[in-house]
């Protein structure tokens, strides 16, 4: 039997994920801070529009956030009509957005004051993964908060994975992103690097793909890129974010990270390029600029 789900956020990912809820026959009750986004939803999955996350948390077993940012979570969740205004003591809350690990800790700890249990369950795997309902979702949160919203996890994810306790999801998933990030720049370099050289474009990638090179980042963005197709699948502008958190942890774990580092680097000069908004496999367009070379 479905229950009663509220979603904040309809972006590229949370639209389709809440539209996975409903499929799974969850009656999901949709905002977006604009409105003709949560509108449209609703006109081609059904459920309920709401005005104000508090609106979208009223009733609902569990209410699942998917914005950009900690300010954006904690003034949803907490803000005036946040949806903790709205939900009923003992209503999961469940962040899947990628925010720092202290954000999510101080945010839980005031829901918790409310009576409202919280759970942080960032995800990986970029749009087409959010269509399809075959996510990874890395949740950190008690084991009685991780059981509660496995149902809504399956209803979204593939693999899903408890990696500790509260805010250990999100230190997870910005490692996870920050190796992502540096895959991608460094492939980058490696294309301007083939196209100096002269070689077969379409074969160096394809050798990359067959050989101890290979990664998701070449199946997803080699092709690509020799298009200089930027379609957001995960703009570009929010993996930066996901850098600077993950290097953020290092620093204050006393460990170096030099690899994002200088990855951070390179996302920074396509940033300076006004490609905030392009997928981050943008980031070929500042290791182009360096070498002077279009592939």
């Known amino acids: 039997m479905g229950e009663r789900v509220g979603f904040v956020g309809l972006g590229i990912m949370g639209a389709r994920m809440a539209a996975c809820l409903a499929r799974a026959g969850h009656e999901v009750a949709v905002y977006n801070r604009t409105a003709e986004k949560a509108e449209a939803w609703v006109a081609e999955h059904g459920g309920r529009l709401a005005a104000t996350p508090r609106a979208a948390a009223e009733g609902a077993a569990a209410v699942i956030t998917m914005v950009v940012d900690g300010p954006q979570v904690e003034h949803v969740l907490l803000g005036e009509d ?35 249990p919280f759970v942080d369950a960032p995800v990986s795997g970029s ?54 990030a540096t895959n991608c720049a460094t492939l980058a370099q490696a294309l301007v690097v083939g196209k100096a ?6 074969g160096l990638v394809g050798v990359l793909g067959a050989s101890s090179a ?53 996302y920074n000069a396509a940033m300076g390029r006004g490609l905030a908004e392009q997928d981050f496999a943008a980031v070929l367009e500042a290791a182009e600029g360096l070498a002077g070379i279009r592939i």
């Open 82 to 116: 946040g949806a903790a205004h709205g939900a009923e003591p003992g209503a999961l809350m469940i962040d899947m957005s990628t925010i720092a690990p202290a954000a999510a800790r101080r945010i839980g700890a005031a829901l918790a004051e409310r009576g409202l």
């Open 214 to 266: 290979a990664s998701t980042m070449v199946t997803l963005k080699a092709e690509r890129m020799l298009e200089h197709d930027y379609t957001p699948m995960f703009r570009l502008a929010h993996m930066l974010k996901d850098v600077g958190i993950c290097l953020d942890e290092s620093e204050a774990a006393g460990v170096p990270f030099p690899a994002a580092a200088l990855a951070r680097e390179l």
């Open 197 to 202: 050289a002269g070689v077969d474009m379409h």
């Open 127 to 180: 749009s087409p993964k959010a269509q399809d309902g075959t996510l990874t979702i890395m949740a950190g949160g008690t084991d009685a908060d991780v059981a509660r919203a496995r149902p809504f996890f399956d209803a979204m994810g593939e693999t899903i994975l408890h990696v500790g306790a509260l805010g250990q999801g999100q230190t997870v998933k910005v490692i996870s992103n920050a190796v992502g």
